[in-house]
């Protein structure tokens, strides 16, 4: 056993503890500043990541984690999600009646279970970093206890996700049963005498359900749009962009790591019926609806569409155009959430009505979620244009068989840029009487949607080096 390798996790997982702790010590009006510590910790850590070497695989815990190109790239991306959240939160905290302390360690807590899921190499180990997510959400998602919406998201994810993890436990012990194996580079060894057991199958199909309700995908979507709206906005962002992202690097690797090639053929079929009806099904639910957290709930379902064209590409540049997607999806979601954080905690509500005339109260938030919902759209010179052109791509590339799958996402873009487009219009546009009231923004939260709106910018204009990353890191893969 390689301890050492688990460096990034121990300080993150380390420094839960310690913040769990100094909730004790800290008076009540200075609980809210251990965020900007919390954030100063994960800075950290993600500065320490460039000293790991990932060059070469390298195996812990009795070859149940990977230290390889894949888990670095991942681990970063929720670094970088994780500061922007901690931000968030602490302009979030009066919402919070108690607690402070405890919600930015179960944060940390919850980056712990990403990093860890992000190297996955067993059963065991997908299941426990997945579990570790899954039960600090249970908590993040109903921390305003004293709101009705927020304990009913808590209840609805609780019971959905126990469901989901049930699934999943009984699909290992399925895969186990007939395998032998809790191993993916062993259970890849085995692909001869595995492609044709009904067993084994069965346990992998429910695998996949199990991994596609933390995507959001179809049919294990409807917990989405009713806990993204009545979860705490930094909750909720951290959903749509942390647990999502865990989701994706858990399916590549069981899919390209773990089954044998033959057998995941055979599911592209059912890879891109799922991706087609997830992107319509997203978009269609997206037109009227009034809540921009619902709103993006349901772009989140159709965005794990998209990237679910890259799985479904079954091909080394739709993983790279899937992970290259999530880059830019991080900082055009946490640009969104930064401003709905805000609108919510001084003007009370996420209705499209409380950001008519947005551009009149803060020019800079008016503009970051402009740019926010004209990436969404896939509009260039922006990130998502680049994103959603590659997976594109990757799936035309593939032949006939997928030009009906490209005809349903181009449809889903087309039917996409009326909702994110409805948003813009109200910022600008809006025919209702505008409220004098301006929106006060502090250094750190400014500090963030600078950082989110260069990020939209910047991979849209100069996406060469994010790509060179993320073909790296889908380089461990097999095809």
Known sequence: MNASLLSLEWMILGGGLVFLLLDLWTPAGKKRSLGYAAAA???????????????TPQ????????LDALALFFKRFFLIATIGVLLMSVDFADQFQAGIGEYYSLILFALGGMMLAASANDFTMLFVSIELITVTFYVLTSFLRHKTPSLEA???????????????????????GSSGTMKFGELAEKAAGLTHQKVFLIGALFLVAGLAFKISAFPFHVWT?????????????????????AGFVLLLRFLFVAMPHAVVAEWSRVLMVMSGVTILYGNLCAIPQRSLKRLLGYSS?????????GVAAMSHEGSTAVLYYLSGYLFTVLAGFLVISIVVRQLGSDDLKAIAGLHR????????????MVSLAGVPPLAGFFGKFLLLKSVLEQGSSYYWLMAVAVVGVVISISYYLGVVRAIYWSDRPIEPKELILGAPMRIALYACV????????????????ASRA????KF
């Open 474 to 477: 889908t380089g461990v893969l």
């Open 225 to 245: 749009p009713d806990v993204y709206e009545g979860s705490p906005s930094p909750t909720t962002a951290f959903l749509a962009v942390g647990s999502k992202a």
């Open 361 to 372: 109260r803060s020019p800079l938030l008016a503009t970051a979620l402009t740019l926010a």
């Open 301 to 309: 379902i159709s965005n794990g569409g998209y990237m679910l064209l």
């Open 41 to 55: 910790l994960v800075a950290v850590t993600l500065v320490w990541s460039f000293r790991v070497d990932a060059s």
């Open 454 to 469: 260069l990020g939209m910018l910047y991979l849209g204009l100069f996406p060469n080096f994010t790509l060179e990353l």
């Open 154 to 176: 808590g209840i609805k994810y609780l019971i959905l996700g126990a469901l989901s993890s049930g699934v999943m436990v009984y699909g290992i012990a399925l895969v186990f």
């Open 59 to 66: 195996l812990a815990f009795n070859d149940g984690y990977v």
